[in-house]
């Protein structure tokens, strides 16, 4: 089974940055896509990016052009670069793993992921 710890969570002032690190551990010698997914209070766990093995990315609307996914293979450590971020920002960032190939609209996708961290706070003040 594939482990999955997120990192690097934190409070940030409107329009700054930061930078949240997956470290994956376990059989990940079997992972291919892999996503970041946030969840803010009282609301659903929603899609934020995704990037394939290859480094093949994907980014929700509301994130495209600020945030920046990326991978580290084969130690399979996947990133999220947040720049200028806003207070919609906010929520709990959750890592995930697909054992397969993800496939059809990633915005759909969030069943495909096989493995999930516990997630790391991000909170942006305004």
């Known amino acids: 089974q594939v482990q999955l710890v997120e990192s690097g969570g934190g409070l940030v002032q409107i329009g700054g940055s930061l930078r949240l690190s997956c470290a994956a551990t376990g059989s990940i010698d079997g992972i291919n896509d892999m996503g970041w997914y946030r969840q803010a209070p009282g609301k659903q766990r929603d899609w934020v990016a995704d990037?394939?093995?290859?480094?093949?990315?994907n980014y929700a609307r509301s994130v495209k052009g600020r945030f920046t996914i990326s991978r580290d293979n084969p130690k399979i450590t996947v990133y999220l670069q947040m720049n200028s971020l806003k207070p919609e920002d906010t929520g709990v960032y959750y890592c995930a793993a697909a054992r397969a190939p993800r496939y059809g609209t990633p915005d759909t996708a969030r069943h495909q992921y096989d493995a999930w961290g516990r997630g790391t706070q991000v909170t942006v003040s305004s």
């Open positions: 990037i394939s093995r290859g480094g093949n990315t």
